[in-house]
């Protein structure tokens, strides 16, 4: 048995484009301010029980899509050494919110440690990104 204490960030974005825009440009590496954008060393197949490793600045990252719902929902595990062993998980919604996109990312199952809690501004620097690029991008 598990006792470790987790810990749940959210965090919420509104983005300037359509969901289905919003949807497609996190997922595409191609795209600035997403982080597999940033990634030194990456493999994304962002397709059910597809896997993703991302490395940045040497730390890896790895997990695997277990829902890719086109424009409503992305959910894929999540490890890393901040995540002490622990599987985590990542929701991250799309919702219409008159011609733009409300984006919620929900990270779950993060150790109650320094490391789960630096999740909180690693999101943050990635999503406040990804919403300047997309207002830059003029995608809405």
Request: aromatic share 12%; hydrophobic share 35%; proline share 6%.
């Amino acid at each position: 048995m598990n006792d470790t204490k987790t810990i749940e960030v959210t965090i919420e974005r509104t983005i300037p484009a359509s969901p289905d825009d919003v949807f497609d440009a996190w997922l595409n590496p191609k795209v600035p301010g997403n982080p597999w954008n940033m990634a030194d060393s990456l493999l994304l197949n962002p397709t059910v029980d597809g896997f993703f490793y991302w490395a940045i600045k040497g730390t890896p990252h790895y997990g695997r899509f277990t829902v890719v719902d086109r424009a409503t929902r992305i959910q894929h595990t999540w490890m890393s050494p901040n995540t002490s062993g622990l599987e985590s998980t990542v929701v991250v919604t799309f919702k219409a919110k008159g011609k733009y996109t409300l984006m919620t990312l929900v990270h779950s199952g993060l150790p109650d440690t320094d490391g789960g809690r630096s999740h909180e501004k690693g999101w943050n620097y990635f999503l406040d990104g990804f919403q300047s690029q997309m207002a830059i991008s003029g995608a809405a």
